[in-house]
């Protein structure tokens, strides 16, 4: 048949593979935000001072286990070990694939029974097929029972020479003692925001994405410091939007609330300006947006309020545009430190109640009630300080009528 276009065809040979698992961190230079774990690692490696036992701690998404991963492909590697780049090497790929006999990633919370981990401490005994060492990683290791963990400490007191344990967690305090003073332990931080954003720059880079920074910045800040949950975010905006990403887009699908809105809402709790605040909350509500965050967005831009009032610097307000930190100082120029402060106090004393409130809309109203309330009141001192100005002004004038009275009596006397 002629005239009739043939229908487009996708490859579907490759099956796609979520932005979180493609740009998963390779190698120690790979790592974005952790440079006191990489720099100690490396340091270790390159002097031949490597633990048995690691245990990385730290938030979800931060790179335990991506870290763990790499540091086994560094001590296995086939010219190893080594701090440089592992790709190519055909030990590395297998660890990178899951497929390395050698190296055993195990999740702690489906394998955390007494049986398990002596399945484990009866193979660490055997030397490694391929590999330099033979490598178990435990993910979520607070999960395995008690039992586990006594079965595991035998082999941790004691551990084979060719036999390497690297533990990830995120409730470290669930991990007996007996366990923690057995491992060295590398503690993991929050991945700070625009380091967050300049990764997702380079992901939208490679994935040809067009996506301007205020929409990357507030990506990032939903992530609270997750690179996983930044990229997670960044793949569910893409299936949404397509390849042109604009903050309006990420405000839209997450729920968040624009800078914009929270500065006019932080404008309106600080000027008493009631009916306002309660619009805005009810408008919040009615977009369904997230009512927590947007308290918590507020205390956020409040706090850089204070802190830009106090210090007459931009240098600590945060991850903030250029655009938004300029709002900022100019908000904070017309406002008193310790007006701020007073809202700010109130709204964390409250901010509780929002996690077993009945009717979230009617606390965050109640809440933002008080703070104006609270932004309006003049503080004793300010009074006190005022009493003291009216009593030396009346003060003055009594003591120059005084003067006057005296000298008017001397006049008439004279003559």
């Known amino acids: 048949m002629t005239g009739v276009p043939m229908a487009e065809t996708k490859d579907t040979s490759q099956p796609y593979e979520v932005l979180a ?102 193979n660490a005994r055997f030397m490694p097929s391929r590999a330099r060492y033979k490598i178990y990683i435990i993910d979520e290791v607070h999960m395995l029972s008690i039992g586990a963990f006594n079965a595991l400490l035998k082999i941790l007191e004691e551990p084979p020479a060719h036999v390497k344990f690297f533990f990830a967690t995120t409730e470290p305090h669930k991990v007996p003692i007996t366990i923690l003073s057995r491992c060295q332990r590398f503690d993991l931080k929050r991945i700070p925001t625009n380091k967050i954003v300049k990764r997702l720059q380079e992901i939208c880079k490679s994935e040809k994405i067009e996506a301007d920074e205020a929409a990357l910045l507030a990506v990032a800040r939903l992530a609270e410091g997750g690179m996983r949950d930044a990229q997670s975010a960044l793949d569910q905006l893409i299936a949404f939007q397509g390849k042109d990403l604009k903050e309006e887009h990420v405000l839209e699908v997450f729920g968040m609330v624009s800078h914009e809105r929270i500065v006019d809402l932080g404008a309106a709790v600080l000027a008493g300006d009631i009916p306002a605040l309660i619009e805005h909350v009810a408008e919040f509500d009615d977009r369904g947006k997230d009512l927590n965050r947007v308290i918590e967005e507020l205390l956020s831009h409040l706090r850089n309020l204070l802190l830009f009032a106090y210090t007459k610097s931009d240098k600590h307000l945060g991850d903030l545009t250029d655009a938004q930190r300029t709002t900022v100082a100019a908000e904070a120029a017309e406002l008193t430190p310790a007006r701020v402060a007073r809202v700010v106090d109130l709204i964390l004393e409250s901010h509780s109640q929002l996690n077993r409130a009945l009717n979230r809309r009617v606390t965050v109203e109640m809440i933002l009630v008080r703070a104006a309330r609270a932004a309006s009141v003049v503080p004793v001192e300010q009074i006190v300080r005022d009493l003291h100005a009216l009593r030396d002004h009346v003060g003055g004038d009594a003591a120059s009528g005084d003067s006057t009275d005296e000298e008017s009596k001397k006049k008439n006397l004279t003559t």
């Open 21 to 122: 698992r493609k740009y998963r961190p390779q190698n120690f230079d790979d790592v974005v935000g952790q440079e006191h774990v990489i720099t100690t690692l490396k340091n270790a490696i390159e002097r031949d001072r490597v633990h048995h036992a690691y245990i990385f701690v730290g938030p979800r998404g931060t790179g335990k286990t991506s870290t763990a991963r790499i540091l086994a492909k560094a001590l296995c590697h086939t010219d190893g070990p080594t701090t440089t780049s592992t790709d190519g090497d055909e030990i590395a790929a297998e660890i990178t694939a899951g497929s390395c006999m050698d190296v055993l990633e195990i999740d702690g919370a489906s394998n955390n029974g007494v049986e398990q981990v002596r399945e484990i401490r009866d």
